[in-house]
């Protein structure tokens, strides 16, 4: 058994079984950026897009009544069920469902005008390999934007922000800091537009609840919290419940 397929089975045993709470998540379900990809699609009726690591659905339910077709991609089919059944009840019928990896993409080669991945590239086994394949299936002139959690560069921050990461979701692999998705996105033959940061608050119980984080693992975080010095926990605005924030990069890149 390869190291990629273990990691394969971690992600899918992580959110098969809660894919319906990441449908009800107002983290997931809210968030400025959909204006964003929206107004990226005014006046692209016939376009093409690839939901890259969809989740439960909410990018491809924002654009979805703005292009020709959407194709919600993802490695967990419990997710892309829920995806296809909101889609139903919401009569969008040009959302159609694919499973696999972001690695391996098994679509054509400029198959996309567009790429949208909010939210998912941080548990991407090879991140390089993804991108390669995202700029393989864009259109020549096609735009991708990518949303996710940002490691904030630091290395104490850094390490801080990994480990109650993987404590909490043991399928996390990695939050890239701006500069190492910089560097990552122009090595796969991408070109950067443009690239913000926004904070994103995280309500504790929620969200542990939605990973199912076993209680000791809780406990962990908890602990770490209350240990580690005020510089960490002044950047993340950690409260007494363990609610905090985290930053989230949105960036811009053509191929």
Same mark, same amino acid.
């Not at 390869?2 to 983290?27: D, I, M, N, P």
């Not at 991708?144 to 560069?153: L, W």
């Not at 580690?228 to 905090?244: H, N, P």
């Given at each position: 058994?390869?190291?990629?397929?273990?990691?394969?089975?971690?992600? &899918?045993?992580?959110?098969?079984?809660? #894919? +319906? =709470?990441?449908?009800?998540?107002?983290?997931?379900?809210?968030? *400025? !950026?959909? %204006?964003?990809?929206?107004?990226?699609?005014?006046?692209?009726?016939?376009?093409?897009?690839?939901?890259?690591?969809?989740?439960?659905?909410?990018?491809?339910?924002?654009?979805?009544?703005?292009?020709?077709?959407?194709?919600?991609?993802?490695?967990? &089919?419990?997710?892309?069920?829920?995806? #296809? +059944? =909101?889609?139903?009840?919401?009569?969008?019928?040009?959302?159609? *469902? !694919?499973? %696999?990896?972001?690695?391996?993409?098994?679509?054509?080669?400029?198959?996309?005008?567009?790429?949208?991945?909010?939210?998912?590239?941080?548990?991407?086994?090879?991140?390089?390999?993804?991108?390669?394949?995202?700029?393989?299936?864009?259109?020549?002139?096609?735009?991708?934007?990518?949303?996710?959690?940002?490691?904030?560069?630091?290395?104490?921050?850094?390490?801080?922000?990994?480990?109650?990461?993987?404590?909490?979701?043991?399928?996390?692999?990695?939050?890239?800091?701006?500069?190492?998705?910089?560097?990552?996105?122009?090595?796969?033959?991408?070109?950067?537009?443009?690239?913000?940061?926004?904070?994103?608050?995280?309500?504790?119980?929620?969200?542990?609840?939605?990973?199912?984080?076993?209680?000791?693992?809780?406990?962990?975080?908890?602990?770490?919290?209350?240990?580690?010095?005020?510089?960490?926990?002044?950047?993340?605005?950690?409260?007494?419940?363990?609610?905090?924030?985290?930053?989230?990069?949105?960036?811009?890149?053509?191929?």
């Amino acid at each position: 058994m390869t190291r990629s397929t273990v990691h394969t089975e971690v992600v &899918q045993r992580q959110f098969g079984e809660q #894919a +319906a =709470a990441y449908l009800s998540s107002a983290v997931h379900a809210q968030g *400025t !950026e959909f %204006g964003l990809l929206q107004a990226e699609l005014r006046d692209q009726g016939s376009a093409r897009v690839l939901d890259l690591g969809c989740g439960a659905g909410h990018v491809s339910f924002h654009v979805a009544p703005l292009v020709g077709e959407v194709v919600a991609y993802d490695l967990s &089919q419990q997710m892309l069920d829920v995806v #296809a +059944a =909101a889609a139903t009840e919401r009569g969008l019928g040009n959302i159609v *469902t !694919e499973r %696999g990896a972001a690695e391996r993409l098994p679509f054509a080669d400029a198959s996309f005008d567009f790429v949208f991945s909010r939210y998912s590239a941080h548990h991407w086994s090879d991140l390089a390999l993804a991108l390669r394949e995202v700029r393989r299936v864009l259109k020549p002139g096609g735009v991708v934007a990518f949303i996710d959690v940002m490691s904030p560069g630091s290395p104490l921050l850094d390490t801080y922000l990994q480990t109650v990461e993987v404590l909490r979701d043991t399928s996390h692999v990695r939050d890239y800091s701006a500069a190492e998705w910089l560097q990552q996105v122009s090595e796969a033959g991408l070109f950067t537009r443009s690239h913000s940061r926004q904070r994103l608050r995280l309500e504790y119980t929620s969200w542990v609840e939605r990973m199912r984080t076993p209680a000791p693992m809780r406990a962990a975080i908890l602990q770490l919290q209350q240990a580690m010095g005020e510089e960490v926990r002044q950047y993340y605005q950690i409260e007494a419940d363990g609610s905090f924030s985290t930053d989230v990069l949105v960036l811009w890149a053509e191929r």
